[in-house]
């Protein structure tokens, strides 16, 4: 895992290009057969990516989180970006398509990364922040049935912006689900 300090924001006016790039850039972002994960001090968030083409993927908390296994104090947002992959967390087997996106709660322990299909691989970009308290891990799909465990997007909480004119269309989904403390709201394009 990659560490950044954070940067003082009169430093960073005098920065050069290249200085931006070394400081802020996250390059390359997807490796076959590899989990890399930047932990940034700004907020103390890990964002990085999974890639398993021929292997599966293990997230291990690594020396810098001084902890026993990875979600031990923090929690973890993924979203599938490539073809159709599976997460088995401690021991539950999750399919996860292209587009879907996961939130894993804090004190998952064993967490692995599958690409069904080697010749088009998952690709998982990661986020993980510090947690307070244990939330239940939820697929979050933008469409199909919800199930246990399942949170479907709903069509009006679906929002195209941009233009291909300007290299820029999306279509943002936004899910907004509660539990019995908090509510939680995850973006994605």
């Known amino acids: 895992m990659e560490v950044r300090t954070a940067a003082s924001p009169r430093d960073v006016k005098h920065y050069t290009t290249e200085r931006l790039r070394e400081e802020f850039l996250i390059t390359p972002v997807f490796c076959a057969d590899e989990i890399k994960l930047v932990y940034s001090h700004i907020d103390r968030i890990i964002t990085g990516s999974a890639m398993p083409v021929e292997e599966r993927l293990v997230l291990t908390a690594g020396r810098e989180l001084r902890a026993e296994y990875f979600l031990q104090r923090r929690e973890l947002g993924v979203i599938n970006i490539g073809g159709p992959g599976r997460i088995v967390i401690d021991g539950r087997l999750w399919k996860v398509g292209s587009r879907d996106g996961m939130y894993i709660g804090m004190g998952a322990k064993d967490i692995v990364f599958e690409s069904e299909d080697r010749d088009n691989p998952a690709k998982f970009y990661l986020n993980s922040a510090p947690a307070h308290r244990s939330c239940p891990t939820k ?16 069509p009006e909480n679906k929002v195209e912006l941009g233009s291909l004119e300007q290299s820029n269309h999306r279509t943002i989904c936004k899910s907004f689900f509660r539990d019995r403390w908090r509510a939680v709201s995850l973006r994605w394009v």
């Not at 199909?144 to 479907?152: A, F, M, Y």
């Open 139 to 154: 697929l979050i799909k933008p469409e199909g049935e919800p199930e246990e465990g399942v949170v479907i997007v709903h």
